[in-house]
């Protein structure tokens, strides 16, 4: 027969108990009523008296348990650890006991279920006051949970679940050590670990600012799961979170090198590149918005009468070398741009009916299409803005057939019609981007 224990069911069992069976043992008897009549002490005493007078039954041991975990109930969440302990404690013994005489008894039957369902009771406790995001729960809600999964992995240390939810909650309070001491006990002391527990451990070390440790963590789950692409790529942005980058696409280029012929680890490279990319590219956004302050503080200067020229020279310079830094990182980023290029065309002819290699591809021209317009905004060189601004056009035109074949691959995929939506209202193509801001719903 099994149960529904916390909270009140164990009281009807021991009620059915009553009616059903008689106990040779009169301390069992004892705990057996108490237990009915909820005084919890009393059966505590009972079973005592029980295993004094046989040591070796496990009858004795169930009940204090029972006992104990009836106490728990009746106290605050945060104060329900120690009676929690003493239950299991003595479960565990009652079930080592039980299973060394093969007792079949309706309380070694049920002993496992008690304790999943308490378990179970405190597990979903601590879920009920939780957001569906984790980290934008109110802090009274996270306390609470806490206490709640601090009790269920207290009755049943083997939830990895309830561990796993314990860690969070934990990070969400800005507790990330303890977060990071959780999952490590996941992973290496009970040996339930999986790829997430890797994962959740690396991203507490970087949010800690220990880029290494994460890297070499990953690389310990790399080995343990060499087939998992999702690895490669988490190993790769550790590096570049690092600062390095060599590292980074070397690590991904072994993908490739593995097997040339795989067109989706043509495509984790090139991403993993892109992403090299769009970060040069918001540093050079930053340093174009930085010339466009300084070209009109300078203007302002020299309009001042008294304007000191020696002043404004050097604002110039200074300008200059910002604007000449803001190349670099363009030609750095070109320069990038195109590896993704080749690797992502080399995808497409490997599998050119996968919307995700068609969609970057569109991707990588527009953004370049972009950079070229931030220059041309730039410029006050008439004839260098037209050129600058024909480039950009000649990018953006690249980027519409692969985004048009996403979107055919993948027709209830808004982002594709959303992409081409941008690049024909850029580009003056009226009816194109009507079609597409019907696809999109706006």
Known sequence: MKINYFPQALIALAMMFLVWSCASDPNIESARLALVQQDFEEVIRSAEAAIQANPESGNGYYYKGVAYAS????????????????????????RKRFEAQNVTSTEAQNLNEIIIETWGYEHNMGVQPLSEDIISSPEDSLKLARHHFTNATTINPDSVLSFNLLAEVNFALGNNEEAEAI???????????DLYNYYRLAFFLIENQRDEEAIELLLEARDIYPDEIEIVQEIANAYLRAGKTDEALEVVRELIDRDPENPQYRLVY??????????LDDQVRQLHDEVYDMSREIRQKAREPGADQQAIERMIADMEEKQAEANNLIEESFRFSDLAKEELLLAVESDPDNADVHATLGIVYQNRGALMQDKRNMTEDMEEAEQFDRQAREYLQKSIPHYEKAAELEPDNLEHWTSLFRVYT?????????????????
């Not at 945060?78 to 003493?86: A, F, G, I, L, T």
């Open 71 to 94: 106490l728990a109930a009746e106290k605050p969440a945060d104060q329900r650890v120690e009676n929690y302990e003493m239950a299991r404690k003595n479960l565990l013994e009652a």
């Open 183 to 193: 999952t490590r006990k996941i992973i290496y002391d009970m040996d339930m670990g």
């Open 270 to 279: 090139a991403t993993q590149v892109y992403q090299m990319v769009q970060d």
């Open 426 to 442: 850029n580009l003056g193509m009226t009816e194109e981007a009507e079609r597409a801001q019907e696809k999109i719903g706006i």
